[in-house]
């Protein structure tokens, strides 16, 4: 489960960085992510405060807006 974790994050970091290409895995990764982070958030409040970078909170916007386009 970590390796898989890792991978998502490396997945996300390079396409924040310009090392490869926003795609349908970069948006899934982001996802898969968002989920983890959301059942941190439930199982202790301690993690209630944590939050993605302005970065990532823009490239999950641009993931909706392709959801709708």
């Known amino acids: 489960m970590i390796r898989m974790e890792t ?3 490396r997945i996300v970091g390079k396409s ?3 090392e490869r290409i926003v795609d349908e ?3 899934v990764s982001l ?3 968002a989920d983890r982070l959301d059942a941190l958030k439930k199982l202790n409040k301690s993690f209630a405060s944590i939050e993605f970078s302005p ?3 823009k490239l999950n916007r641009r993931s909706s807006v392709v959801a709708v386009s």
């Open 7 to 9: 991978g998502h994050c």
């Open 16 to 18: 924040l960085a310009g």
């Open 25 to 27: 895995q970069t948006f």
């Open 31 to 33: 996802a898969v992510l």
């Open 55 to 57: 970065h990532v909170e």
